[in-house]
């Protein structure tokens, strides 16, 4: 199943690397940064601060970070997840910081849930950013029309596709190509929880079903 990967992170903490996006582990630690593309963290653990703009700011887990491309900052304390989008447009603000365990949640297809993190309407124009909650079962086989980069965070799972499956656990990263007929399954008992980084920038609710249909979300 060559789009799936089990990330037992390498020393360098990258997991994925293509023309669009890389997808690493990283530290906050250290002296002054400033990426060649836009930069969306996910912290995983830790509690730190990030300086950027001349402001300090707070981070723990389950804050987003969107920094956009030439943006300086520094931080310490915490672990991330780190998706570099390269070949960015210009971004509409500096860096926009979200807090996702307070943020409300959108509904997509079969039960499932999500929270928004890095978005155009942060500021954020190349990506989004996206928490995924994955109720136990499986969502009908469908494909999305923009590339995309998935870490697991929590939970256990399959990814299907034309016939195979792999196995997903937590540390699992997956790319997905635009328009891949696919499925992501929990095969849990408990909630499945994944970070998502897509591009170009939409809803992570928007999903077509093999046949083109799109798939509706029922209304709540």
């Given at each position: 199943?060559?789009?799936?990967?089990?990330?037992?992170?390498?020393?360098?903490?990258?997991?994925?690397?293509?023309?669009?996006?890389?997808?690493?582990?990283?530290?906050?630690?250290?002296?002054?940064?400033?990426?060649?593309?836009?930069?969306?963290?996910?912290?995983?653990?830790?509690?730190?601060?990030?300086?950027?703009?001349?402001?300090?700011?707070?981070?723990?887990?389950?804050?987003?970070?969107?920094?956009?491309?030439?943006?300086?900052?520094?931080?310490?304390?915490a672990r991330a997840l780190?998706?570099?989008?390269?070949?960015?447009?210009?971004?509409?603000?500096?860096?926009?910081?979200?807090?996702?365990?307070?943020?409300e949640k959108g509904t997509?297809?079969?039960?499932?849930?999500?929270?928004?993190?890095a978005t155009p309407e942060?500021?954020?124009?190349?990506?989004?950013?996206?928490?995924?909650?994955?109720?136990?079962?499986?969502?009908?086989?469908?494909?999305?029309?923009?590339?995309?980069?998935?870490?697991?965070?929590?939970?256990?799972?399959?990814?299907?596709?034309?016939?195979?499956?792999?196995?997903?656990?937590?540390?699992?990263?997956?790319?997905?190509?635009?328009?891949?007929?696919?499925?992501?399954?929990?095969?849990?008992?408990?909630?499945?929880?994944?970070?998502?980084?897509?591009?170009?920038?939409?809803?992570?609710?928007?999903?077509?079903?093999?046949?083109?249909?799109?798939?509706?979300?029922?209304?709540?």
């Amino acid at each position: 199943m060559r789009y799936a990967i089990h990330a037992d992170e390498r020393p360098d903490g990258r997991l994925f690397s293509n023309e669009l996006f890389t997808q690493r582990i990283v530290s906050l630690d250290g002296g002054e940064q400033r990426a060649d593309a836009d930069e969306l963290l996910y912290v995983l653990s830790g509690e730190g601060r990030l300086e950027v703009g001349g402001d300090a700011h707070a981070v723990g887990a389950g804050t987003s970070v969107f920094l956009a491309r030439g943006t300086a900052w520094s931080a310490s304390g915490a672990r991330a997840l780190s998706v570099l989008v390269h070949d960015a447009p210009a971004a509409a603000a500096p860096f926009a910081i979200r807090d996702l365990t307070a943020e409300e949640k959108g509904t997509a297809t079969a039960g499932r849930q999500f929270v928004l993190g890095a978005t155009p309407e942060v500021g954020c124009l190349s990506a989004t950013q996206f928490v995924g909650l994955v109720p136990p079962g499986r969502a009908p086989d469908h494909f999305h029309t923009y590339d995309e980069v998935i870490y697991v965070l929590e939970g256990e799972g399959a990814l299907e596709i034309g016939g195979e499956s792999a196995p997903l656990r937590a540390g699992s990263c997956v790319h997905l190509p635009a328009r891949l007929v696919h499925c992501l399954a929990n095969t849990g008992e408990s909630e499945l929880r994944l970070l998502g980084v897509f591009r170009p920038a939409g809803s992570p609710a928007e999903a077509y079903y093999p046949d083109g249909t799109p798939a509706v979300v029922p209304e709540s």
